[in-house]
């Protein structure tokens, strides 16, 4: 697996995870642990600094910030698709 890759998906999983564990979250019944927050902290700069290692720092910080954007606008949305049994 390429790094860019590697530095992509670090960077998705840690947005998820500071997402799941903001209390106002809706896609779970509860937040999840402080710990997810502080490991979806570290994983977004994890990914940041792979990702400069692997491609040219302008556009290694576009990718970042792009992928951060993406999920950030989208994971609300998720919960329109779950089926409700009502």
Do not use: D, E
């Not at 998705?12 to 509860?30: A, D, E, R, T």
């Not at 970042?64 to 409700?84: D, E, G, H, Q, Y």
């Amino acid at each position: 697996m390429s790094l860019k890759l590697l530095g992509i998906m670090i960077s998705l999983f840690s947005c998820m995870s500071l997402y799941l564990s903001h209390p106002n979250q809706i896609l779970l019944k509860s937040s999840l642990p402080k710990t997810c927050l502080y490991m979806g902290s570290i994983g977004l700069v994890t990914g940041l600094i792979i990702l400069l290692f692997s491609i040219p720092t302008l556009v290694a910080v576009f990718i970042w910030l792009a992928a951060i954007t993406l999920v950030w606008s989208f994971i609300p949305f998720l919960n329109l698709l779950k089926r409700s049994n009502t």
